[in-house]
Each structure stands twice: as structure tokens, then as C-alpha cells.
């Protein structure tokens, strides 16, 4: 499956930015989405999950101030941010992986065979 990130940006720290990622086949009961985030030096982190029922988990570094939905109709996956900080600067991925993946916690990504090539979220201080 082909995943394309788009929603990135530059802003201040504050602000808030939706994350998009569209998925050109039908991902409806087929995976596990996820978001991840890698910043320069640091390992891959996982954000959050969805899975085909609506059901979401979130690492705790951004609970309380993302947001990860799906558009099942559009095969679309987004991540609202909101209060971003200037630690959330990281290029970051969509991925799409087994359903049972969205039954453990947010990690770094392994298993998750499907990624989107990344979009930069920058957040100045």
C-alpha cells in the first residue's frame, strides 16, 4: 500500500498543525495506521495508533495534545497536533501494519511494513 504524508510545516511553538496521510488502496479492516516521528540523532518514535474500529492509543510524550482520526471512506489518517513544542521538530511518517500491532503499545515501528516517504513538522520557539 502507497502512503503520502502531506500537512507539514513551520510554526511557533503554540500552534497547531494537521498531519494528513492518504493511503492510495483500501486500508479499512486491513491495518493498523500509526504515526512516527524520527528528529535528527534521535531513534523513530511512535505518536499513536488507530485501528480499523476507531480505537487509538498515544505515547505519552503527546497524549492531551494529539489527535490521531481516520477517514475510512477517503483512506485517510490524520494527526491533529496541537500545542506543539519545539521538541516535536521531527520529520514525520505514517505507516500501515498488521491490525494485531494496534493492540500493544506506541513503539518505535517494528512490524510495520508500509511507510510514507515523511513530512517536516519545524516548531520554533
Known amino acids: 500500500v502507497q502512503l503520502v504524508e502531506s500537512g507539514g510545516g513551520s510554526v511557533q511553538a503554540g500552534g497547531s498543525l494537521r498531519l494528513s496521510c492518504a493511503a492510495f488502496?483500501?486500508?479499512?479492516?486491513?491495518?493498523?495506521m500509526g504515526w512516527f516521528r524520527q528528529a535528527p540523532g534521535k531513534e523513530r518514535e511512535g505518536i499513536a495508533h488507530?485501528?480499523?474500529?476507531?480505537?487509538?492509543s498515544y505515547a505519552d510524550s503527546v497524549k492531551g495534545r494529539f489527535t490521531i482520526s481516520q477517514d475510512n471512506a477517503k483512506n485517510t489518517v490524520y494527526l491533529q497536533m496541537n500545542s506543539l513544542k519545539p521538541e516535536d521538530t521531527a520529520m514525520y511518517y505514517c505507516?500501515?501494519?498488521?491490525?494485531?500491532?494496534?493492540?500493544?503499545?506506541?513503539?518505535?515501528?517494528?512490524?510495520?511494513?508500509?511507510w510514507g516517504q515523511g513530512t517536516q513538522v519545524t516548531v520554533s520557539s
Open positions: 488507530i485501528a480499523n474500529d476507531g480505537s487509538t
Open positions: 505507516a500501515a501494519g498488521p491490525p494485531p500491532l494496534c493492540t500493544v503499545v506506541v513503539g518505535r515501528g517494528l512490524g510495520f511494513g508500509y
Open positions: 488502496r483500501d486500508t479499512y479492516g486491513r491495518y493498523c
